[in-house]
């Protein structure tokens, strides 16, 4: 049934995708052949990908992206020692470069106004920034919840339960309304930072439940053996506890990257120039009106599955990893 | 071994003193006015029906329990409410737990240098050397590098023992440290803990191994529901037990 449907369909959808489609050209009227019209990808992959971000500059643009890469692909490379050496401090550098970069004028560049950063390659970049924050504040949030002090325990339940209760869209909605109250009057809090904030805090709060499921999976006795050792709470904490629950919770962790990654399309609210409201705007400027949503959302769509499915065969492939390591 | 060798002189300091200790769990009292004091280089071992609280009242003396009454003097550094005095006691003792407890993200090796390093700051390689020294002595210097899941039980609470000693404690616990091992594994731990006994390494050990009992020990206590009911010489404890619970408890475990 499901092949008969999909035999008669798929021939003309692969026609009408790629054999009769239309690849080149500049503007509509180049959309001379029956298939989808790919030009409007073409002639819009550059705002798709670097949102307004000046032609001169991408390359700073391209070398964060670079950057984020070199810090994945060299910590799964690294020896375990290194890693820790290295690899951390630098992925917790990495949203810092990234603002000094893309700003430039903390280093001699040219500045570049957030209002001119946008698309996939923001996109990207936001949220490997705020994952990298929620990964060590998420577990902060966890190990309040448990502890027996009564002020960190509520805080951190009133923080985690508040940002995993609210919806991401109330919560941007905050962001750009509410935020802006808690810093002194006539400061002008940048859009792309309130973004930011919402994104890891609301991320903290997922993280958080995350490593909660981690960290009572952790015996009793991994605490004792590090109290006889004479071992004190931050370094049993970061030696014995943290690695651990990271090692369990690795499948839910990766998980709640894709969603984050998801998330992030959601800055189309506050009017950041971002892929789905790139393609939004492509689609209303009126060269296009031709009506091409559908090969716009296609691209869109593409894109988004590419990188949630190489996301999760990393998962896979870590998982795989980690399990040769079990006892 | 060189740390704890021990002088003459020394042999009749008190290096634990126990006085009316007396800890609750909510409503219940699990130690009764422990008094008990052991002096350098003294190995005790102590035995009881489960949940006699003989656990409770070792892990007192690192203070993975708190108590509520009494006092616990360790080395000559009084247990308080105090987190500097707690640390400071938890390096003169080590303790070896039933369930091993190695961290197993981390290689035998890491095991064994995490505390030198971490807790008295040791460079690495000082770290490292020692504690392929005391591998050696526990007879698997060539598992340095698995992690804890590749090897045996046996293996595992050999490397356990090593990962305290490598701490230069003065005193060592033990809890039920074979009763998690095939019968086939409680030798080789039982070998490295006689060894180390005859060292001279101060010992408490909780244990039902009558054999290491009477090999090693200057001193049995039986403990029962809370309290300490008997303590004597080995040869006394269990050819002349002085107290009726004491003979039914030697009956059930020396006849199963
Ligand atoms: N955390 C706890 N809360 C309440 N009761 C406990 C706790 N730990 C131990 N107990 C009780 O204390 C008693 C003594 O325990 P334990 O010292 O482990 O005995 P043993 O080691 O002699 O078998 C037992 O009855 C046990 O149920
Ligand atoms: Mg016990």
Redesign the pocket.
């Known amino acids: 049934m499901i092949i008969y449907v999909l035999a008669n369909i798929l021939p003309g959808l692969i026609d009408w995708l790629f054999i009769s489609a239309n690849w080149i050209g500049e503007t509509q009227d180049d959309c001379t052949k029956e298939g989808a019209c790919w030009v409007f990808v073409n002639a819009w992959s550059q705002q798709s990908i670097y949102g307004s971000y000046p032609t001169d500059e991408l390359w700073r643009v391209n070398l964060c992206l670079a950057l984020l890469t070199a810090i994945i692909v060299s910590s799964y490379l690294l020896d375990k020692s290194l890693r820790a050496k290295i690899s951390v401090p630098l992925f917790l550098l990495f949203p810092f470069i990234c603002i000094l970069l893309l700003d430039g004028s903390y280093i001699g560049l040219e500045k570049i106004s957030t209002d001119f950063w946008g698309g996939f390659s923001l996109n990207v970049l936001l949220a490997a920034a705020s994952i990298i924050i929620a990964f060590p504040l998420g577990f902060i949030w966890a190990l309040g919840r448990q502890s027996h002090m009564p002020f960190a325990r509520s805080v951190s339940i009133v923080l985690i339960e508040f940002f995993r209760g609210v919806p991401v869209l109330a919560l941007f909605f905050m962001g750009s309304v509410m935020l802006p109250l808690f810093f002194p009057e006539g400061t002008n809090v940048d859009k792309l930072l309130r973004v930011w904030i919402v994104l890891i805090l609301f991320m903290s709060g997922y993280m958080a439940e995350v490593y909660r499921g981690g960290l009572q999976a952790i015996p009793h006795g991994q605490y004792e053996a590090a109290d006889s050792l004479g071992l004190g709470y931050w370094q049993k904490t970061l030696l014995i506890i943290f690695p651990q629950v990271v090692k369990i919770s690795m499948p839910n962790i990766l998980a709640t990257f894709v969603m984050l990654f998801k998330n992030t399309t959601f800055l189309l609210i506050i009017g950041i120039f971002e892929m789905l409201s790139t393609t939004q705007t492509a689609l209303s400027n009126s060269y296009w009106l031709g009506g091409y949503a559908a090969e716009g959302y296609i691209f869109v769509a593409i894109v988004f599955w590419t990188c949630c499915f190489g996301m999760s065969m990393l998962a896979a492939s870590i998982e795989r990893q980690l399990d040769t390591v079990k006892r | 071994m060189h740390h704890s060798a021990s002088n003459p002189m020394d042999k009749n300091q008190e290096i634990i003193t126990i006085c009316d200790l007396n800890k609750w769990?909510?409503d219940?009292h699990?130690l009764k006015n422990i008094n008990l004091t052991v002096r350098k280089g003294e190995r005790i071992v102590i035995c009881?029906?489960?949940?006699?609280?003989?656990?409770?009242?070792i892990?007192c003396i690192n203070r993975l329990?708190e108590f509520q009454k009494g006092s616990l003097v360790v080395d000559g550094v009084e247990m308080i409410e105090d987190v500097k005095n707690i640390e400071t006691i938890r390096r003169e003792v080590g303790m070896v737990f039933q369930h091993f407890n190695l961290f197993p993200h981390l290689t035998i090796l890491e095991n064994l240098c995490l505390g030198p390093i971490w807790v008295h700051k040791k460079p690495k390689a000082e770290a490292e050397a020692t504690a392929m020294q005391y591998l050696e002595r526990v007879q698997i210097p060539d598992q340095a590098n698995k992690y804890p899941g590749q090897l045996s039980g046996g293996q595992q609470q050999r490397v356990a023992i090593a990962r305290s000693l490598c701490m230069h404690p003065k005193i060592m616990l033990f809890?039920?440290p074979t009763s998690a091992l095939d019968p086939e594994m409680i030798k080789e731990v039982l070998d490295v803990m006689i060894e180390l006994a005859e060292e001279g390494m101060t010992m408490l050990c909780?244990t039902h191994e009558m054999g290491f009992a009477k090999k090693v020990a200057d001193r049995v206590i039986f403990?029962d529901v809370?309290e300490i009911v008997e303590q004597n010489a080995p040869n006394q404890f269990f050819t002349n037990p002085q107290v009726d619970r004491t003979q039914k408890f030697l009956q059930q475990i020396l006849n199963h």
């Open positions: 769990y909510g219940f699990v009881g029906p489960s949940g006699s609280g003989k656990s409770t009242l892990r329990e809890d039920e909780v403990m809370g």
